[in-house]
């Protein structure tokens, strides 16, 4: 569970984000609104990538302002352009990084990459340069990076808005099968159908917060005023 309270945000003193209140216990809860409603600094505070100006977000038992470490290895964050999260230039390098952080036994860091290459058929790209894959490939390396750190949630911002379509629809499949919680940020409405809560966020507030069958007719309205 993930639990918002009273939570504001504001940059250089402008507030961008107002008055939330939110636990969070679905395991599909997508988050929509226009450009600058405020979207991207509220998944940022999901894992402490940001801390709230106001407030307290709680992962578990975790305040992210006390527990950014543990808070990270529970709450794993897959940003919309994978060149911003892909950062050793050999795929296995990269998958590895995290994990010999954690200082996890060799064999173990080597059986999750093994594990996570073949579920994603990345298999051959294994010693190949990870900036040299397409773009659905280096996607699909960057949530492999998230994945093999077993993180119980999983925060993605606008994962399909670089990709084409048949990328998108990959992508559209691995969060679909993915076990944990997922919290995603999206302008891609048809990701959303099968997600169980949608929150629609407008002006740093959310406006609504609904299934998807009333959460999107809504956004489409609030859009069209
Ligand atoms: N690091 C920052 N410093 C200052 N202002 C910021 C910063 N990040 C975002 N903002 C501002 O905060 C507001 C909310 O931005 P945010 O990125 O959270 O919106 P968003 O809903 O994710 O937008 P988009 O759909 O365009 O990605 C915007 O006015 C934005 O310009």
Do not use: C, W
């Not at 993915?178 to 302008?187: C, D, E, M, S, Y």
């Amino acid at each position: 569970m993930i639990e918002l309270r009273d939570v504001s945000h504001a940059y250089d003193g402008k507030t961008v984000l107002q008055g939330v209140n939110l636990t969070l216990t679905e395991r599909r809860i997508g988050v929509i609104g226009s450009n600058g409603s405020g979207k991207s600094t509220f998944v940022r505070l999901l894992n402490g990538l940001l801390l709230p100006s106001q407030g307290q977000v709680l992962v578990g038992s975790l305040n992210t302002r006390e527990k950014a470490k543990e808070v990270r290895r529970r709450v794993g964050f897959v940003f919309q352009n994978p060149d911003n999260q892909i950062v050793f230039p050999v795929v296995e390098e990269d998958l590895a990084f995290g994990l010999k952080n954690l200082k996890l036994p060799p064999a173990e860091i080597e059986s999750r990459i093994t594990e996570v290459l073949a579920r994603y058929d990345l298999q051959a790209f294994r010693q190949h340069s990870s900036h040299l894959l397409s773009g659905g490939q280096k996607q699909l390396l960057a949530i492999s990076g998230v994945l093999v750190m077993q993180p119980a949630y999983v925060v993605f911002d606008e994962p399909t808005t670089l990709l084409d379509l048949r990328n998108r629809n990959r992508i559209v499949q691995v969060i679909r099968e993915l076990p944990q919680t997922v919290v995603a940020v999206t302008h891609d409405l048809d990701l959303l159908s099968d997600f169980e809560r949608v929150l629609v966020f407008d002006g740093g507030r959310i406006v609504k917060d609904a299934p998807p069958h009333e959460a999107v007719p809504f956004y489409r309205e609030l859009m069209a005023r």
